[in-house]
């Protein structure tokens, strides 16, 4: 399992002393989506989306489709086309 390393590339790439993920509330706010249903897709363009370069060697990935119940199988490809999106390397620690 690979998890995102907050402290060594999350928080530069921010340029922020402190990192905390949103709560439901917020999530909810920010997105117009709720927890577990937000969706890469559909993100407000002033949001960043990183992504590890790992992700692009996959065949396919498993986004959320908007709502909790919603799950959408695509090509891994399709972030390439997201204005908001930015591959990092590293940002796994990896």
């Known amino acids: 399992t690979r998890?995102?390393?907050?402290n060594h590339v999350i928080k530069p790439l921010m340029n922020t002393g402190r990192v905390s993920f949103a709560k439901p509330e917020e999530t909810a706010q920010l997105t117009g989506m709720m927890i577990?249903?937000?969706t890469v897709l559909?993100?407000?363009?002033?949001?960043?989306?990183?992504?590890?370069?790992?992700l692009m060697d996959l065949d396919y990935i498993i986004l959320g489709g908007g709502s909790r119940s919603i799950k959408i199988k695509v090509?891994?490809?399709?972030?390439?086309?997201?204005?908001?999106?930015i591959v990092v390397e590293g940002l796994t620690g990896e």
């Open 75 to 85: 090509s891994p490809k399709i972030l390439q086309a997201l204005p908001n999106a």
């Open 42 to 54: 559909a993100l407000p363009p002033e949001l960043p989306i990183y992504i590890d370069p790992g």
């Open 3 to 6: 998890r995102i390393d907050v």
């Open 36 to 38: 577990g249903g937000v």
